[in-house]
């Protein structure tokens, strides 16, 4: 097999193994987290509703986008502190947002 095939090949190999990689990994993680321990899945959870809580107070004046920044940042923090690691972007996204509409509804005054 002479070089510039083996580079060709070497080109069009790595992005489709990347690509095969990637898909099989969006198809695992869901599976693999609802094998994760509930009281896991309990503390992202937590953290998820003491960071909306505490960026709230903190920094309730700054845009959402960054409110939301903070948050994810200190979701991060909170699981680390506790030795959780490797949760997906997917579901500390899905736990904020369950947070902040839960907040939500108990900010709002009923009629």
């Known amino acids: 097999m002479s070089q510039e095939l083996l ?8 992005p489709i193994i990347a ?16 094998k994760l321990p509930k009281e896991m899945q309990q503390a992202v959870q937590d ?3 003491m ?5 709230e107070q903190q920094f309730g004046d700054l ?19 506790l030795k959780i690691r490797g949760i ?9 947002e369950a947070a902040v509409r839960a907040m939500n509804q108990l900010e ?3 009629p």
């Open 7 to 14: 580079i060709f090949l070497l080109y069009i190999g790595i």
């Open 51 to 55: 960071a909306v809580l505490a960026v």
């Open 19 to 34: 690509s095969l990689v990637s898909s099989v990994f969006a198809y695992i993680w869901p599976r693999f987290y609802a």
């Open 88 to 96: 997906s972007p997917l579901m500390i996204n899905t736990a904020l």
């Open 47 to 49: 953290a998820a509703r």
């Open 108 to 110: 709002k005054p009923k």
């Open 63 to 81: 845009p959402g986008e960054q409110k939301r920044q903070k948050a994810v940042e200190l979701i991060v923090a909170l699981l680390s502190s």
